[in-house]
């Protein structure tokens, strides 16, 4: 079964830093270019960043660069969003996701997600 399994989220304080992590299985992990998105209450769900097969092109949303690295490991099955600087508008659920396009035919797998709360 494809598993997308994020980790890390929780409370941090404005201007504070937080890791979360995506641990992949069920799948060539490192065949597929991993991406963070992330949704707010009543917002849709916004890409935050984009790290490609097999680690050597990153981009980020606009908001995001220079304050959010992403990295992959691929050894590990595993993606990382470090996020630093954060804002109130940062809260959200952030989700992982792996895609491969092809021929004009897309694979895609989502994580469950896990919460990123920015308060103080």
């Known amino acids: 079964q494809v598993q997308l399994v994020e980790s890390g989220g929780g409370l941090v304080q404005p201007g504070g830093s937080l890791t979360l992590s995506c641990a992949a299985s069920?799948?060539?992990?490192?065949?597929?270019?991993m991406s963070w998105y992330r949704q707010s209450p009543g917002k849709e769900r916004e890409l935050v960043a984009t790290?490609?097969?097999?680690?050597?092109?990153?981009n980020y949303a606009d908001s995001m660069k220079g304050r959010f690295t992403v990295s992959r490991d691929n050894a590990g099955n595993t993606v990382y969003l470090r996020m630093n600087s954060l804002k109130p508008e940062d809260t959200a659920v952030y989700y992982c996701?792996?895609?491969?396009?092809?021929?004009?035919?897309?694979?895609?797998?989502w994580g469950q997600g896990t919460h990123v709360t920015v308060s103080s």
């Open positions: 069920g799948f060539t992990f490192s065949s597929y270019d």
């Open positions: 790290i490609t097969v097999p680690g050597g092109s990153t």
């Open positions: 996701s792996a895609e491969h396009t092809r021929w004009g035919f897309t694979t895609r797998y």
